[in-house]
Structure formats: structure tokens, C-alpha cells
């Protein structure tokens, strides 16, 4: 069987993947972002490139939100290919940009919602999404309807905090993980979820506690699509071109430019 990695020099990586962070951010903001991919287990020659949107809503709490971050993912991303990136991972739960991504990107372009669902349905019969705010709730039951998971989603609890898309949970650990934890247990004990997945990318810093405490699985969405995004370049697999057709007049430059337009002075 051939080696389906590219061949490249022995000073570059294997693969270079593009995480887009769907939030302007700071370089000390940045690094907790960055955090996730330790727990990835990516082998030497595999390089994360974080790269913030240049322009976002201030979160996502509603249906304008979400069509403000489709533009500034598509913005970050539309050039991956031709800069030399062979797949790229968004790093929210919300799949921003996902489908458009992958209609201008013959590289594999992998969000952690999606991931992180199918994969708790491998795991387990029935799994609970377990978030900081309900106001995130429209983002989940949006992917569990095109995946056709809503009947294996135990349920979605959250802890009625509103999360810090920038510091994440810095700081913080003694009030948030204690009540995550709780909601939890509630939705194995009451719920039936025999997986727990968490509801944010931005939750990671969570998981190591969670996972010591309870006696299901915990996913942690983002090191798992970084995984999976190796695991397709490694097999030699993308996305399907007829499943996401490619625009019949790409216009990348439109996207930056709007991005650019609703950059925050």
C-alpha cells in the first residue's frame, strides 16, 4: 500500500493544520486555545497553526451570531489550500463554516460538533451535551438534526454561566467545575446518558476533572477533531465533491473583505 502523506523535506512537518479560533483574540489568549492540543497525542511532524477570525459576533447566542461567524470562519479559512495547510479544524462546536469550507477546500475540513456527536453515538447508546449557558442550545440541536442523532441526545444541561469565550476557564476552576460536575452526575443518574460530551471547545480545561470523576466516557471535542483530522489525512480521505459542491464563482475575496469591514476598531 502506498503512503498516502505527502512527501515533503525532512525540515518541514508531515501535515500542517489550520485551527481556526472563531474569536479575535490576543496572543495570552490565545495560548489557553493552543492548551487543547497537548491531550491531541499528535505524533512529531504534525503542526496546529492557530489562527484567529479577524472579525466575530461577541458570542453565540443566536441565529445572527451564527450567520456573523460564518463569515469570519470562511475568511480565515478560504485560503488554507493555498497556504500550504493540507486540512483544516474549527475550534467550536458550532461547525461555523464547516459546509462552505468544504464546498471551496478539496483538504479535509472537520468541525468538533459533528465529530464529537457521531462519536459519542459509537461510545455509547445515549449521550448528554453538557454546556456552560441554554443559550447554546440552538447550535447543538441544529447538528443533531443533520446527523439525525436528536433520538441517542439524552438530553443538554447546562449550568446557567455565562462562558468567557477569550480567558475560557481561568481562574474560575472552583466555581465552574463543581457545578459541571453536578450536572453530570444529574445526567447519568437521572437522564440515562452513558456518555458525556462536553457542549464548548472552550470547556477543555474541565475534562481532566470530569474524566477522574464519572464513570462514563468525557469527550473533549477539540483534541478529538484535531485526531480526526489526521486520521482522514493519514487514510487518504476528504470530503465528498458531491456532497458539497464547490461554488460556481468562488469569490474568497468578498468573504475577507467582509470580514475586514466588521473587524472591531
Request: aromatic content about 6%.
Amino acid at each position: 500500500m502506498s503512503d498516502p502523506r505527502p512527501q515533503r523535506s525532512k525540515d518541514l512537518p508531515i501535515y500542517r493544520i489550520l485551527v481556526i479560533v472563531p474569536f479575535p483574540m490576543a496572543e495570552e489568549q490565545l495560548a489557553l486555545r493552543r492548551a487543547q492540543a497537548a491531550k491531541a497525542g499528535l505524533p512529531p511532524g504534525v503542526e496546529l497553526v492557530f489562527r484567529p477570525v479577524r472579525a466575530a459576533p461577541a458570542n453565540y447566542s443566536s441565529a445572527a451570531d451564527s450567520a456573523l461567524a460564518e463569515i469570519g470562519i470562511i475568511a480565515a479559512g478560504a485560503q488554507a489550500g493555498d497556504d500550504g495547510f493540507d486540512a483544516v479544524c474549527i475550534d467550536t462546536m458550532s461547525d461555523s463554516g464547516m459546509a462552505a469550507l468544504r464546498a471551496m477546500l478539496p483538504i479535509p475540513v472537520v468541525g468538533p460538533g459533528r465529530v464529537s456527536m457521531l462519536t459519542a453515538a459509537m461510545l455509547g447508546q445515549r449521550f448528554t451535551i453538557l454546556m456552560m449557558w441554554d443559550r447554546w442550545r440552538h447550535l447543538y440541536t441544529k447538528t443533531l438534526a443533520e446527523t439525525g442523532l436528536g433520538h441517542r441526545c439524552a438530553s443538554m444541561r447546562d449550568i446557567g454561566m455565562t462562558p468567557d469565550n477569550r480567558q475560557l476557564l481561568a481562574g474560575k476552576e472552583d466555581a465552574v467545575f463543581p457545578r459541571l460536575l453536578a450536572a453530570a452526575r444529574a445526567a447519568v443518574e437521572e437522564d440515562g446518558a452513558e456518555v458525556i460530551l462536553l457542549g464548548s471547545t472552550t470547556m477543555h480545561q474541565a475534562h481532566d476533572y470530569l474524566a477522574e470523576r464519572l464513570p462514563v466516557p468525557v469527550i473533549d471535542p477539540g483534541p478529538l477533531c484535531y485526531r480526526t483530522a489526521l486520521t482522514l489525512l493519514s487514510l487518504g480521505l476528504s470530503h465528498a465533491p458531491a456532497a458539497y459542491p464547490a461554488p460556481l464563482a468562488p469569490l474568497p475575496g468578498m468573504f475577507a473583505a467582509m470580514a475586514a469591514a466588521g473587524r472591531p476598531k
